[in-house]
């Protein structure tokens, strides 16, 4: 599995666009990227995968550069709602294991 | 809508007792996972299962067992509670993962409290 690395936290303010970039130096080939939010007291959910290029859905976009050793989540216009825990995660595609790291704390201010 | 459903939302064991904690999903998934999560360090995986009566351990399995007797239902043992189990209980599902991948689903968590 390959290791991530993201920052700890990260503080924003209702309104502006949130970039969390996670590393993934040692990507493989049949790796995808795939990022999950997690709001105080509930469990993870999914938002956003990706393989390469760029990714959007109602929620976030994923930029992946053509080297795939990061990738960049991002919040658009935040707000006070979108305060949770972000978790990257890189993986095969036919893997059974599924890890975690620390995520990343995103949290929005007024 | 998927469900996976834990069974306690809160529970508090003694020292020592042996602890049920169950997971039941009504997808037909056949990847489930146990994990425990803790201030600072994020979810970290404990069991995984790709099949009916298939067990893997993931990366911190010390102290736990588990059991998947039907597809269902993954069941976290914890033999001899001790407080450093002291936790938030996370179990997910997700169908096979294929060409593409897929995503998990959560159940809400089960907060153990070991005294």
């Known amino acids: 599995l390959a290791k991530t690395t993201q920052p700890i936290s990260m503080d924003s303010y209702e309104g502006q666009e949130v970039n969390i970039t996670c590393s993934h130096n040692?990507?493989?080939?049949?790796?995808?990227i795939t990022w999950y939010q997690q709001f105080p007291s509930q469990g993870p959910r999914f938002i956003i995968q990706?393989?390469?290029t760029k990714v959007t859905n109602e929620v976030a976009s994923l930029f992946i550069p053509a080297d795939r050793k990061s990738s960049t989540l991002s919040l658009p216009r935040v707000s006070l709602s979108d305060t949770a825990v972000y978790y990257c995660?890189?993986?095969?595609?036919?893997?059974?294991?599924?890890?975690f790291g620390a995520g990343t704390t995103v949290t929005v201010r007024a | 809508d998927v469900k996976v459903t834990q069974s306690s939302r809160y529970l508090v064991k003694r020292t020592g007792e042996k602890v049920f904690l169950e997971c039941v999903q009504d997808?037909?998934?056949?990847?489930m996972f146990w994990y425990r999560q803790d201030p600072g360090l994020g979810l970290r995986l404990i069991y995984f299962?790709?099949?009916?009566?298939?067990?893997e351990k993931g990366d911190i399995p010390e102290g736990y067992s588990v059991s998947r007797e039907k597809k269902e239902r993954f069941s976290l043992i914890l033999e001899s509670a001790s407080t450093n189990q002291t936790s938030m209980y996370l179990c997910a599902s997700r169908t096979t993962p294929g060409e593409r991948g897929t995503e998990a689903f959560f159940g809400q968590g089960t907060r153990l409290t070991v005294v």
């Open positions: 990706g393989y390469k």
């Open positions: 997808m037909d998934h056949e990847n």
């Open positions: 299962s790709y099949d009916v009566k298939m067990k």
């Open positions: 995660l890189v993986g095969a595609f036919n893997d059974y294991k599924l890890s």
């Open positions: 040692n990507i493989a080939t049949n790796d995808y």
